[in-house]
């Protein structure tokens, strides 16, 4: 009975007609259309970035497969892209730090954002190609770890370039010792008395500057100082160099002018050290009394306090034309007597301990004398 009464209930509803899907307008597919055209060229863009950047690049995911590499990678290490695709990056390119603590992925994996430094990395041919590798990484939309992008800027030019800048200083340098060597011959030629006492000075000097602890490049000033230290001398006239009996007054006061001669020649040489200043200050004195300028204590360089302590060590233990050479003995026992006074403590130690542990000798720090 229920049954009969439903269908008479529902006997006057009719079934509706299927419904036509409402047509897309044409605006609306033009512009469907027209974004996926602009989503096209936007991978073909990124794709022709990638391919042709200039550093070789290597997409990674967190399994060690090699998702990616462009063009650049394969020409730079000799591979062939595609078949490098889905293989273990530690089995195509093999490197010290592979699936150690160092490999960019384990640290980039630990929360490092950036990895930045130079390898050599393996070409196919066995040969090496040194980079700066810049590792970052690959992220999905979430934000989730997905891989590293590893890239590879080859830097054997620079590499070339820098050898090429290193040899031309090399020669640069070389020129420079040798006009250094002319100058000093020609200053003992006026005065051959002291022929080869600058050349030992400059030993002693670099012995002593070694000693104390100074930088290679402060040692190498030094030596080019000393070299010429004696260049003002120069402007003194032969027969007061060499004269045998005690100088007068006047004389005497020409000799002092060497420092300051010295410095005015070489001022305008742009030396990498301060060889002008070294020059003018190796007769000054920790107390004043020395010349030219009559400079104490810290105001003179250190260079030139090192200088002057090998000078009067040198000159007392030579021979002079007004005086006999007078020995090593008597030269330590100079300095010794003026520590502190006259010398500087530091470098009168140093020099003190040089010759004590039999780590310097004037013949032996000799350098043969050149064929001509």
């Known amino acids: 009975m229920k049954r009969q009464k439903m269908i008479k209930e529902f006997a006057h509803v009719k079934p509706e007609k299927p419904r036509r899907p409402h047509p897309v307008p044409a605006s609306c597919g033009k512009e469907l259309k027209r974004k996926e055209e602009l989503l096209e060229l936007a991978h073909a863009e990124l794709e022709q970035i990638f391919q042709t950047a200039a550093d070789g690049i290597c997409i990674i995911d967190k399994e060690y497969n090699t998702l990616r590499v462009n063009q650049t990678f394969a020409s730079l290490f000799g591979v062939n892209k595609n078949e490098v695709n889905g293989r273990k990056c530690y089995d195509e390119f093999p490197g010290l730090l592979c699936r150690t603590d160092g490999c960019p992925m384990v640290r980039i994996r630990k929360g490092v954002e950036r990895l930045e430094y130079e390898v050599e990395k393996p ?34 030019g620079l590499n070339r370039v820098q050898d090429e800048l290193r040899h031309s200083f090399e020669k640069l340098q070389k020129t420079m010792e040798g006009m250094i060597q002319t100058v000093a011959l020609i200053i003992e030629q006026k005065d051959p008395y002291t022929a080869g006492h600058q050349k030992r000075v400059a030993n002693l000097a670099c012995a002593i500057a070694a000693e104390i602890g100074l930088t290679e490049d402060k040692i190498m000033g030094i030596r080019t100082s000393a070299t010429v230290h004696d260049l003002g001398k120069i402007h003194v006239p032969a027969e007061i160099l060499s004269k045998p009996e005690k100088l007068y007054k006047k004389e005497f006061a020409l000799i002092e002018d060497h420092p300051q001669i010295g410095y005015e020649i070489l001022k305008g040489i742009e030396f990498p050290w301060p060889v002008a200043q070294i020059v003018l200050q ?29 000078d009067v060590v040198e000159a007392i233990t030579s021979h002079r034309p007004y005086r006999p050479a007078l020995g090593i003995n008597k030269a330590l026992e100079e300095i010794s007597k003026n520590r502190g006074i006259l010398y500087d403590p530091k470098v009168v130690d140093a020099c003190l301990s040089l010759f004590a542990g039999g780590r310097f000798d004037f013949e032996e720090n000799e350098s043969p004398v050149r064929d001509t």
């Open 123 to 156: 070409h196919r041919d066995g040969t090496r190609i040194p980079c700066i590798l810049t590792a970052t990484p690959l992220r999905g939309p979430r934000g989730e770890l997905i891989g590293i992008v590893e890239d590879f800027r080859d830097i054997s």
């Open 282 to 310: 190796h007769h000054e004195r920790l107390d004043g009394s020395g010349y030219p300028q009559g400079l104490s204590a810290e105001d003179i360089m250190l260079e030139a306090r090192i200088l002057g302590v090998a």
